[in-house]
């Protein structure tokens, strides 16, 4: 059995402060996440703090097929383009890149 490339996740946390211009990167930041294999799993929606002091505004959370491809999909000029549309849009932005487990085929 050869080893399974483990998937790889997108979290974010952001705080919207212009929801008409961030309509416009949410119009396209979609197709560059399918062109390279990820899928949104959050997008905003109900949240509760269950340990710790972490209150974020509205998380998003990306599953990508490896940590490469998720590499790509942020690197791409698709994607570029996207997040340039969100300038303005958000008071703060935090992104990170994450490897998940790697699990048996």
Do not use: C, H
Request: glycine share 6%; proline share 6%; charged share 25%.
């Amino acid at each position: 059995m050869e080893n399974p490339v483990p998937v790889a996740y997108i979290i974010v946390d952001m705080q919207i402060s212009d929801l008409e211009q961030y309509k416009k990167y949410m119009a396209e930041a979609p197709a560059a996440v399918a062109k390279a294999g990820g899928e949104y799993l959050v997008r905003g929606g109900k949240f509760e703090t269950l340990e710790g002091t972490w209150q974020p505004a509205r998380i998003a959370m990306l599953r990508f097929p490896s940590f490469e491809a998720a590499k790509t999909f942020y690197d791409d000029e698709m994607y570029k383009a996207a997040r340039a549309k969100r300038s303005g849009a958000t008071s703060f932005f935090n992104m990170v890149l994450v490897e998940g487990v790697a699990a048996p085929v």
